[in-house]
């Protein structure tokens, strides 16, 4: 008989929580899906960075060496003007495009595919610094590889997002 008073208390209670659980459950689930589209976006705008790091890279790298090549000539000034000016842009336009692929990989949760992301913005960097044409025909050549591993894996990841 002590028991009567209690009963819609507890009815109250285990009522309470049986429609709490559920709400609880699809919000941890759309948490889930939050992070994974998240981390989509962050590997498809990684592989644009990443393409588009490679032919500014080589811009760049060129413009470097025309202009060291080109320092001490006796062209006009508004040449040297005008090289020290294109050199400024497209190094500017390298290490923006190489800083943002760097954010967006440190962003990436997989690690096989941080790696091989990190590798291929590093040859990128050897590219860029590479002083001899032939060399640095070779470095593009291997950037070219390393995007390509990078980008598959980056890939995997996407499909097994969903």
Known sequence: MDLIPILPLVGTVVGGLLTMVPQWLNSQGSRRQ?????????IKDLQDAMAALEPICAIAGVSRRTQEQNAE?????ETQF???KHYVETFQSYTAA?????????RVEDSLARQLSTEMIQSADVR????DEAKAHEHHFSMGEKFTRANDR????????H
């Open 154 to 161: 980056l890939g995997e990841v996407l499909r097994s997002l």
């Open 73 to 77: 000539s006796d062209d006009p000034e």
């Open 128 to 131: 860029f610094r590479s002083d």
């Open 98 to 106: 190489k800083r943002r692929a760097e954010i967006l990989m440190s």
């Open 34 to 42: 939050k992070r994974a589209d998240i981390q989509e976006q962050t």
């Open 82 to 84: 005008a090289r020290k």
